[in-house]
């Protein structure tokens, strides 16, 4: 089992930042991806940026320019740094990783979700 632990949510106003992480911890083997999606109330859950093994990113078209997601394989964290929040932004983020055992079979993980508020 791999237990994700999400923490840097909170309430922001317009144009502030806000920097998430996620460590990862329990029986690791080898975590393959690493990402953050977001909820917001009444909307489906949707990526907001990923990180592959190796270092490869890929964003929302809606974040592009604003978030930065990057991780530390060694301490198995991933960080999404947010700038310029808009309202927009406000949503549940959850972490997300796609972890691989020995059999080379995937298993997908979420953390518990961290809330995020954009709000004058």
């Known amino acids: 089992q791999v237990q994700l632990v999400e923490s840097g949510g909170g309430l922001v106003q317009p144009g502030g930042s806000l920097r998430l992480s996620c460590a990862a911890s329990?029986?690791?083997?080898?975590?393959?991806?690493m990402g953050w999606y977001r909820q917001a109330p009444g909307k489906q859950r949707e990526l907001v940026a990923i990180?592959?093994?190796?270092?490869?990113?890929n964003y929302a078209d809606s974040v592009k320019g604003r978030f930065t997601i990057s991780g530390d394989s060694a301490k198995n964290t991933v960080y999404l740094q947010m700038n310029n929040l808009k309202p927009e932004d406000t949503a549940a983020y959850y972490c997300?990783?796609?972890?691989?055992?020995?059999?080379?079979?995937?298993?997908?993980?979420w953390g518990q979700g961290t809330q995020v508020t954009v709000s004058s």
């Open positions: 329990g029986s690791i083997y080898r975590i393959s991806a």
């Open positions: 997300h990783a796609e972890h691989v055992d020995p059999g080379n079979r995937p298993r997908d993980y």
């Open positions: 990180i592959i093994n190796g270092g490869i990113t």
